[in-house]
């Protein structure tokens, strides 16, 4: 019987990319503190400005006017998708890089949003997107990195269902 290679573990570059992912925002969010007014936009592009705000609630705002419940509510969702996540990694071989790296990115975002949300009760968002008068809600690195490990995750799995028809 042929011996089988034993596959390497995606965790320590799932946990790397976290790691990079939570300085990064942290970082980021406190320069943005340190430098803005809070809702006084600093233009940078005509269709990007820095602007300071606090998100108590969800993604685009959803459960901000909770009344502080919801702060606990996501600090627990975030908890657990952290552990599903780790789990994950732990038995993804290291060799499925992109959805190693994905789920990495969607890992350090999720813990760069809870620490803000530990911390301050709501999520520190400062990338302002807008065209014509109209705004996209104001994110952070950890929003970009969640959205883009996503995407990383999707692609990963319609190429493995391409390849399995």
Sequence with gaps: MPVRPV?????????A??????????????????????????SLLPVLNLT??????????????????QRWLLSGVAVAVGVYLLIWLRGLDAGKRLEVIG??????????????????????DFIDVHVGGWHWPAFNVADSAITLGVVAVLVTAWRDWRRGR
């Design 7 to 15: 596959a390497r573990s995606g965790l320590p570059l799932g946990v």
């Design 17 to 42: 990319t976290a790691v990079v992912v939570l300085v990064a925002d942290q970082l980021t969010k406190w320069m943005a503190l340190s430098a803005l007014e809070p809702y006084q936009p600093v």
């Design 52 to 69: 300071l705000a606090f998100n108590a609630g969800a993604a685009f705002s959803f459960l901000a006017d909770g009344g502080g419940w």
């Design 103 to 124: 789920l990495g990115l969607i890992l350090g975002g999720a813990v760069g949003n809870l620490v803000d949300r530990l911390r301050l009760g709501g999520v520190i």
